[in-house]
């Protein structure tokens, strides 16, 4: 029965919608920046993408807002890890999602961590907006991994997404892509 099984399961993925990945915008800093933005975000997708590397000047988190949103109402949850701790956390009602909790970004110099953002269903006005993030660093065997979840208790069609290094900023070379995503 095994290869019957194979056979019919080898199968099923060509009956599935496929995904595709469009590129939207991307930017790459210059110079020491607080925060980068993506603006008049074109609403012809199911949902979003970002992907970047990062470092930050001193300590801090990555922070996102919505359509230049800042009241209380996010919330975040995040599991942690650093090859000798791990840990969870969450908050509610806060002013931001946190995409990569305090110390998950890279500080070392020329080091820098991978992001993987996803904002999904993000012009449904029918419900919330839940985003999830991965991200990480290696510093030859010390580093971070950060697995985040958030949500923006809000309706509105996102348009615009503001990811700020509360530190002193990214620093030169940080790149971060946005992509719509077609399908499922």
Not at 60 to 74: E, H, I, K, P, R
Not at 92 to 117: E, K, Y
Not at 120 to 134: C, F, I, V
């Amino acid at each position: 029965m095994t290869p019957i099984l194979g056979t019919i399961a080898s199968q099923i993925s060509g009956h599935l919608a496929t995904t595709s990945y469009q590129s939207i915008a991307t930017t790459t800093l210059s110079a020491t920046t607080a925060y980068i933005e993506f603006a008049s975000i074109p609403a012809t997708f199911r949902n979003l993408q970002i992907r970047g590397i990062a470092q930050g000047s001193g300590g801090g988190a990555v922070l996102a807002t919505f359509n230049s949103d800042t009241s209380s109402n996010y919330s975040n949850h995040s599991l942690y890890g650093d090859g000798g701790a791990i840990g969870a956390q969450g908050s509610a009602s806060t002013s931001n999602i946190n995409i990569c909790r305090n110390g998950g970004i890279s500080t070392t110099a020329n080091t820098f961590s991978g992001f993987v953002i996803d904002i999904l269903d993000y012009t449904n006005t029918n419900k919330y907006k839940t985003t999830r993030a991965l991200n990480g660093q290696d510093l030859n065997g010390s580093g971070k991994f950060n697995l985040e979840s958030g949500n923006w208790r809000n309706t509105a069609a996102i348009n615009t997404i503001r990811l700020t290094h509360n530190g002193s900023g990214f620093t030169q070379y940080t790149s971060f892509a946005l992509y719509g995503i077609v399908g499922a």
